[in-house]
């Protein structure tokens, strides 16, 4: 085993996942992202991973803690954006939602917390978004499926907070700023929210001392209207 | 095709299911009952069908629609209480309860839906539970799923009401008054909901005029704490 | 005594109030308005009373109670709508809207709830806002106020439920058509809430059988976007 | 002018009150606190000042900036606890305690927030509590006053942060561990929130990047059921 506690990011894209790496690395942490394997690079720093596939993150976790050890901070971060009326959302979209954002964490939080619990304790993390807390007229398949992850988060940390583990939901209410985004959005960066300032957030509440922990902590860039 | 105006309550077990049918039926409605096929009795006025399924689903409102029009009130009342820690809970009953209870009402909305908006409008309602509001330690997989419904709810709201459709979410905060409840948890009749009290929340509801369109309603007996 | 029961409405302004009278005279109630003095016409069911002032209050419904017996159901109704910049708007206007909203309710409260604890209940109904559960950019003191009297609402609701008395809070979620909001807004009917059947709500809301009790129900014209 | 920022932390009371005075000054503020006259000791660093008074605080917090120029952070901080069921929670206390919990953050937030904007921005960060949210039994004068504060901060985000104004209410949803909560809820340490982490996340939150601002964050023990 190695002497650095472990961290985990599930859904490791190039924009907040890659800074969420690089944030527990540089606190000291052996970070490792989980990213789906088609896209999984040749990063060292990275396992390839298909986290709705419960036999397949069961196998990464345990190989991950046969190393490591349980892990002491987890992020739940996978996103799959799917925006339209009901008639142009089909079925399957709707339930690929579901399955790489909400099912995932399910699978991940089986994965790891009865391991953190015994081994005494972390953080584990997840990422919401606006329409975590409003269903938005184009959003059936997205609200649906982050009302469902924040609904789990809940149950996690009444769950789990008994037992040192700290749970809590972040709600990114913005665009995070990634070459996609500028591209897709047209927006100013400082109309966008900055990878490396979400992810200090999540450093921060990972390490919150026991007497004040947050459950939910909403960002926006200060431009945004809510 | 029928005179009557068309209801359709998907989730027609024998406790507020059966109550629902009744009482659109006793206002007119030609109500049928939309039930998993193992359950699926010789009642004339319930057709089996397993909500998850799209094709089986779109095949019988399509046969419903062909003889009675499309619908003008719809409600969506499955249910699929899974209670327990999450090392009790499986990754499979993680998914039936979100199957059941989330992926069935957007099966159920693209089937509806887009008739009833062509058709000039209508009510689609929802129940809700405590769980829809409040993620509890045991209810990983209820509260998720209840927590999905919600965010689904709130989105086809926003997107049909423009279109004549009154959608609307009622919160059951406490135990339905069936024989299974009165075996399960013991408690006088007093302390738990009657069906047909419900279902006449249902009713009105589905019937407020368009001034005053209600999207969230709860309801709970009045010796219930919450 | 006389036979019928009485019913308290609070707030009695030529709109909502008046249909609130209306409607409850129609159920078979004795229906009186409390309506600030200089308001207070030659109406034989209302009587002029300064809602923030408790000695005048107690007065009033003492000498109401005296005739009538406790009140079997109460509606506090009064609105001051305040709007604009923080710097447009005075403390006097900020301690007024919550005097005229909050305290009066709390005064009202006073005054009713344990005269009709004692006498077995009845029902206890509320007026709120869309800036009872959002406080917009125009709206400290407005919102400040029905965020106030929402508070006091749900905590009485948890005192006196079990006392048999219902309480809850309808939230009014657009604007009332009344001559005045013609005038001031422009705007088509169709897009208004009706007095009428707004006041239909809060009847149905203090019959509601003790089985199916609402707390909270939000109320919008089916066009107004939320 | 002294060269260092102005920090204004109302409601210094010896608990967090003080520890976020301690907190800013560390940080390199020129931390101020503000309280009422009866308790002002001996401290240099506090205001004596009753702060529902407009004219009072006024007067203060321009001597204030004309030494200090206008404050960089700002803190609302002031409790005032009233428990008990109604009829023993009487109109003055329901008063005072909306006056100093509530109507002092609109006198506070006239002082300071157009002088702010003016000088280009900075934080005004509010205390919270479970009451912000939930209105529990015997808490209706306690809960009405903070869902008052909840939503004046609300509206004050909205207006201010286009003037470079953070705005953020902060939730303490538990007990502060102070010499006074020892004797008075028998509790261990361990089970209540220590001052000085309040104050670091005060500390952090008036210090969040323009692209990660939180609006609302919730702290408690991690031994805290909620």
Chains 1, 2, 3, 4 share one sequence.
Request: hydrophobic share 45%.
């Amino acid at each position: 085993m190695t002497a650095k506690p472990l961290a985990i990011i599930a859904g490791a894209g190039p924009g907040l996942g890659a800074m969420l790496i690089q944030r527990f690395a540089a606190g000291g942490y052996h970070a490792v992202g989980l990213r789906r394997a088609a896209d999984a690079a040749a990063e060292s720093n990275v396992v390839a991973v298909d986290l709705s596939r419960p036999a397949d993150v069961e196998a990464s976790i345990a190989d991950l803690v046969s190393h490591h050890g349980a892990p002491k901070g987890v992020v739940h971060n996978p996103s799959r954006l799917v925006i339209g009326p009901l008639a142009h959302t089909s079925l399957d979209q709707f339930e690929a939602c579901w399955r790489d954002m909400a099912f995932s964490a399910a699978v991940l939080a089986h994965a790891v917390l009865p391991r953190m619990a015994e081994a005494g304790g972390g953080a584990f993390l997840v990422s919401g978004a606006t329409a975590s807390l409003r269903g938005g007229a184009r959003f059936s398949a997205f609200a649906s499926a982050k009302f469902a992850l924040r609904g789990l988060t809940q149950s996690l940390a009444r769950e789990f907070q008994p037992h040192s583990i700290h749970v809590a939901h972040i709600i990114l209410d913005g665009i995070i700023d990634t070459a996609t985004s500028r591209a897709l959005h047209g927006l100013a960066p400082a109309r966008m929210m900055s990878p490396d300032d979400i992810a200090e957030t999540f450093w921060q509440t990972a390490h919150q001392p026991r007497s004040t922990w947050s459950h939910e902590i909403d960002l926006r860039p200060s431009s945004e209207t809510f």
